[in-house]
């Protein structure tokens, strides 16, 4: 099976590395018809202006949407939550827009906040995870369909609605790897 | 919850990956960056071209400066302090910055030591001409590492050796059996325990950004495909004809760094480069490169 990292710029590496470790093939996504070859889609950390007017420019936007809508499951971290989320607080930049949260950028605050918590979620179990904040946004309200699945801070930071997965946070950058196979299982189940 | 913690530092410079980072002097500047698609902005009294043609005593910049810019993007903002004035960068950590650069484009504040940036909740880049350099710095705690080229030349040439120099080491460290490896970190004069740890990854263990005279986005492809991990811009943008038109294709260019026909579609008609000056013709004195120890 392969999945598809968004490859325009951010922390793609350490996502195909994470996929590799849970022995999935991972393809760097830079153009459009790359698209066609992978069963879902990780959209990174990394700068969300930078990644959202990289994908209208070279044709991405449109396409990422079509397939998720075809039910392709897609995975975004931190940047990629923000262009997954339909309403972006104090911020008109473009975005995917389609799954049904409203996030603020920065929320944590500048880098100086940036931190590292240890959490548990429901579901992987009573072993706690790491958790990596980085200048990270939060879901500061989710709809209807959309399944909070752990808070920090009393804010949400994991979530899911169908097939679309978000966090606020980098697990890629740690060892642990639930919740790359937590993804992998939506990909399979998709 | 902690703060500050190297991975958070390092964790940032992560995230810049693939990225171009531009030299900002003004709010206006900022959001033209921004626009562009910068990852991350440097906020500047002036640019490194501007720097080596006035001369003197190249200090920070005033706060004034740094906090405007940090009001027009909610991109990252990183800005430049004095080799060793650890003072200054108390001072650009207060405003909130996201990154402080340790920067060889302003005049050296000490003769002998770096800042020790363990002390800082700020992460720090620092640069490196070489292997050694790259790994002293990371040992005082920079969580990002670029190479220095000469700043404010438009000129790549001195990029490139810095870059060909620190893979090339790393090749050669690789081949090294472990009882030669202490003698190399010896003659490198870096910590063992991070040339180990080069060794085993096989890169160096925090993000390198390419730095110093980069003008054109055939520059920026040159250095990803030499294994930068993404662009700084100092002068680059905002010296040349068309800034937005020039930035927008260096953003591009190191996205897709490994298709010419893209690179030239995105390399046409840019306008006016920045004037560029060959290296030979700069006066050892003046070569910021060898600031720095």
Redesign the interface.
């Known amino acids: 099976m392969k999945i598809g990292v968004l490859a325009l710029q951010g922390a793609f590496r350490e996502h195909c590395w994470m996929l590799e470790g849970c022995g999935v093939t991972a393809a760097e996504i830079r153009k459009p018809e790359e698209l066609d070859e992978v069963k879902g889609l990780i959209i990174p950390g990394g700068e969300s202006t930078t990644i959202g007017k990289l994908m209208i420019e070279w044709g991405l936007m449109d396409k990422i949407k079509v397939r998720v809508e075809q039910k392709m499951a897609v995975y975004g971290t931190c940047a990629g939550m923000i262009l997954l989320a339909k309403e972006i607080k104090d911020s008109s930049q473009p975005r995917l827009g389609i799954m049904d949260i409203v996030v603020r950028r920065n929320a944590f605050g500048r880098q100086r906040e940036s931190f590292e918590a240890d959490m548990t979620v429901p579901e992987f179990g009573p072993e706690s995870l790491k958790a990596v904040f980085i200048r990270a946004p939060y879901i500061e309200e989710a709809g209807q369909d959309v399944k909070v699945m752990a808070k920090v801070h009393n804010k949400i930071v994991i979530a899911r609605q169908n097939n679309i997965l978000v966090t606020a946070f980098h697990p890629e950058l740690t060892k642990d790897d639930r919740i790359h196979q937590y993804f992998i299982s939506m990909v399979k189940n998709a | ?5 190297f ?2 530092k390092a ?2 410079a ?6 171009v980072i531009m030299d900002v002097t003004t709010p206006e500047q900022a959001k033209i960056a ?1 626009e562009a ?4 902005v440097m906020a500047l009294e002036r640019v490194p071209a501007d720097i080596r043609a006035a001369g003197g005593v190249a200090r920070m910049a005033d706060p004034t400066i740094i906090l405007n810019i940090m009001e027009a993007v ?3 903002v990183m800005a430049k302090g004095r080799i060793g004035h650890f003072v200054g960068a108390q001072i650009i ?1 207060s405003l ?4 402080i650069d340790e920067s060889e484009v302003l005049t050296p504040a000490d003769d002998k030591y770096h800042i020790d940036k363990h002390q800082f ?3 720090f880049v620092c640069g490196a001409k070489n292997l050694g350099e790259a790994l002293r710095r990371i040992g005082e705690g920079a969580a990002m590492i670029r190479t220095k080229g000469e700043p404010g030349t438009g000129n790549v040439v001195e990029a490139v050796k810095h870059i060909r120099m620190v893979m090339s080491e790393i090749r050669q460290l690789q081949n090294l059996p472990n009882e030669e490896v202490s003698a190399f970190a010896k003659n490198i004069a870096a910590p063992l325990e991070l040339v180990m740890e080069v060794k085993k990854l096989g890169r160096l263990p925090v993000v390198n950004f390419a730095a110093g005279g980069i003008a054109t986005p055939a520059d920026a492809a040159l250095m990803m495909h030499l294994g930068c991990d993404g662009i700084f811009v100092g002068s680059g943008v905002f010296k040349s004809g068309d800034p937005v038109k020039r930035a927008k294709a260096i ?2 260019a ?3 760094y490994n298709d010419p026909k893209i690179l030239a579609e995105i390399s046409r008609d840019l306008g006016e480069a920045m004037v560029g000056i060959e290296i030979s013709t700069i006066a050892d004195h003046e070569r910021m490169q060898d600031r720095g120890w």
């Open positions: 919850m902690q703060q500050g913690t991975r958070v964790g940032l992560e995230m810049l990956k693939g990225g921004e698609g910068a990852c991350a909610t991109i990252p950590e909130g910055v996201d990154y909740k700020v992460p953003v591009a190191t996205t897709y």
